[in-house]
């Protein structure tokens, strides 16, 4: 449904994530950028400096000497009222943990975009999720684009998302093969941006003319402050995070919706799902896999088996009880992840196990993990997984040690 | 026939990844030369960076420890405490040096750390694709800076090398090019130096060498080392910046 108050039908333009990126950004109208280059991010920083050198983008662009002042930057900024953004990747974004708390905490709309790579040692530049698998308890909203459309339109969302909840996003793509993959991509008029996307408003700023102290040293019982009022403790702060976080889910479906609505591309869910309707056996994965993935499914259903995906595209917050329904008919869960929490599992499927938990759903649940630092996963890799799997649906979850890769070990 | 030229011992038998007129590859012979001529190879450890220079492992037959982005020179304090016999450096870019790993930098050298930081000059980030780094010119076009480096909104370039010699723990410290025969000499007896400051065991030493990077400067290897003379050395002077070794020169 095109609404005809859109300035126009459509500017298909040939974009690589990077690109997408920035674009998003500049749409957003950001006025403060901070940004330290790295591997693959890279293009992000350079696109945006030439938007605002340019004159294109009315913004400051400070190239700070690392990630964890580039979030520093981000988080004062954002504190005096300014629309923020930064990208990174890898490295950059562990160098940024303890800002990233800082942002949070400090409830700031700061929106960054992750360009997912994996983290030394070993070095290594190529695609995995670990980074910001890592980051998932710092209190950011994280988005995960399936490809290049996705990543501007997250961005843009993002904002609206981060405003409303003052809970920063983290808008996760993968390194390459989105960064660094040129794919069509729709970009919205300026005009159209904005009726989505009006001017931040912050609720709360620093301004010498009403004197306020942000960040204070917070014991662990409220405590009444130098005006005597009650304030907070440490824990009340955390509560409020935690129910931030647990409510935005109606807000990031609610600004999904409004964007399709405007844009013709609805993000109405908080994953997407494929030929889920009777499928018996569901592939989950995350971010471009979820794309081979599909592909799979091609091939799985030709054999004559009932297979869909489901796509998570918000993993913070957790989309629990929107999963359920989704996963009801499921016999066989299969879950791909392209990061390992050590000692455990793939993160997304302990995510998968822990909603299915009490709302009996008996699917037997397999967990793959797949293409950590650019590892190359054809769909026909997860086709066979799937197939090695399919003997769970009679005999139930297998006698081995959780999680399987596929990989020469 | 005497032969009077040869491969360095030191350096392995592969051929280098750099770009044709990068300095990297001046620089790595230079040190295997000397780490070979002052006997220093059962004790040389190294520190490569991230950057193009990542794969310096892959050159240097010596043992090499990786370390993250910036912590060069703490990475380097580690192994050196632990292990005094060593001779310990830092091979470093100026994206590394100058701007993630500022702190360590300052920080090791004020400690008087035993080690030795070489350090590679070429004014942009060179791996990530010649963005504009601290010590990028004023005025320099970078993939960052496309109309030139701002100085009123994009700061000044950054002499590290002078701010490190106002740290009393620093007591070698010397700017040198790679872009002429005789700078490339004066390099070698440059960092001839730091080792030796190193094993006097009298403090930190940093070396910074100016070098060429035609791919992201967007010149030819003539035209970078021209660069080098022409406008570089004028932001970064050539010489001894600071000397408290109380030696004579090495050679």
């Known amino acids: ?335 791909f992840d392209k990061n390992i929490s050590y000692g455990s599992e793939g993160a997304t499927c302990s995510e998968i196990k822990s909603a299915l938990y009490g709302n009996r759903i008996n699917a037997v649940i397999r967990n793959f993990i797949v293409g950590l630092g650019g590892r190359d996963v054809k769909a026909r890799e997860i086709a066979d997984a799937v197939r090695k799997s399919l003997p769970s649906l009679e005999e139930g979850g297998p006698n081995i040690e959780y999680p399987e890769w596929i990989c020469h070990m | 026939m005497r032969k009077v030229y040869t491969r360095p011992r030191l350096l392995k038998k592969v051929p280098f990844h750099y770009c044709p007129g990068c300095g990297h590859s001046i620089i790595h012979r230079l040190m295997t030369e000397l780490i070979d001529e002052m006997h220093l190879e059962d004790r040389i450890i190294g520190i490569p960076p991230p950057g193009c220079s990542v794969f310096a492992y892959h050159y240097f037959d010596v043992d090499m420890a990786e370390s993250a982005h910036g912590r060069g020179a703490a990475v380097a304090t580690g192994i050196k405490r632990a292990f005094p016999e060593a001779i310990v450096f830092t091979y470093q870019g100026d994206g590394d040096l100058a701007a993630i790993g500022t702190a360590e930098t300052i920080h090791a050298a004020n400690r008087g750390e035993r080690i030795t930081a070489i350090f590679i000059n070429n004014a942009v980030y060179g791996m990530t694709g010649g963005q504009m780094a601290p010590t990028t010119l004023s005025q320099q076009v970078t993939t960052t800076t496309p109309y030139g480096r701002d100085t009123g909104i994009e700061g000044y370039p950054i002499k590290m090398s002078e701010i490190v010699a106002l740290v009393k723990g620093a007591v070698y410290i010397e700017r040198t090019a790679v872009n002429s025969p005789a700078n490339i000499r004066k390099t070698k007896k440059a960092i001839r130096k730091g080792f030796q400051a190193q094993i006097d065991n009298l403090g930190f030493s940093l070396i910074e060498i100016l070098s060429p990077c035609p791919t992201n400067w967007r010149m030819n290897p003539l035209e970078s080392w021209q660069w080098i003379d022409n406008e570089m050395i004028k932001e970064f002077p050539l010489g001894v910046i600071k000397d408290i070794t109380g030696k004579t020169d090495a050679d």
């Open chain 1, 1 to 335: 449904m095109i609404n005809k108050k859109l300035d126009r039908k459509a500017d298909i333009q040939i974009l690589d994530g990077n690109h997408a990126a920035a674009l998003g950004a500049k749409l957003s109208r950001v006025q403060v950028i901070a940004a330290y280059p790295i591997t693959p991010q890279s293009p992000v920083t350079e696109s945006l400096s030439e938007f605002v050198e340019g004159g294109d983008l009315h913004a400051e662009y400070i190239a700070v000497e690392s990630e964890h002042s580039a979030m520093a930057v981000c988080t004062s900024a954002s504190l005096v009222g300014a629309r923020t953004f930064t990208a990174t990747s890898s490295h950059g974004l562990a160098y940024m943990h303890e800002m990233l708390h800082w942002v949070a905490g400090t409830r700031l709309p700061v929106v960054l975009a992750c360009v997912n790579r994996a983290i030394g040692a070993p070095w290594n530049v190529q695609n995995d999720q670990q980074d910001s698998i890592s980051q998932r308890d710092t209190g950011w909203i994280q988005i995960y684009a399936r490809n290049n459309q996705e990543i501007l339109d997250s961005v843009i969302q993002a904002y609206k998302i981060a405003e409303s909840v003052y809970v920063p996003v983290m808008v996760c793509y993968d390194g390459y093969i989105l960064s660094h993959t040129e794919m069509p991509v729709d970009v919205p008029s300026q005009g159209d941006v904005d009726r989505f996307l009006p001017p931040y408003k912050p609720h709360a700023i620093l301004d010498p003319a009403n004197p306020r102290n942000y960040n204070l040293v917070t014991l662990a019982n409220p405590r009444v402050n130098a005006d005597g009022i009650l304030c907070h403790g440490y824990m009340e702060i955390r509560y409020l995070l935690q129910e931030a976080l647990q409510k935005s889910r109606e807000t990031i479906i609610n600004v999904g919706q409004e964007f399709g609505k405007l844009f013709a591309r609805s993000y109405a869910n908080m994953f997407w799902e494929d030929r889920l309707d009777d499928a018996e056996i569901v592939i989950v994965a995350m971010g471009s896999l979820a794309m081979e993935a599909t592909v799979a499914v091609d091939m799985l259903r030709e054999e004559g088996h009932r297979v869909g995906v489901l796509s998570l595209r918000v993993f913070r917050p957790f989309p629990k009880d929107y999963l359920i329904e989704a996963l009801s008919k499921a016999r066989l869960i299969v879950v």
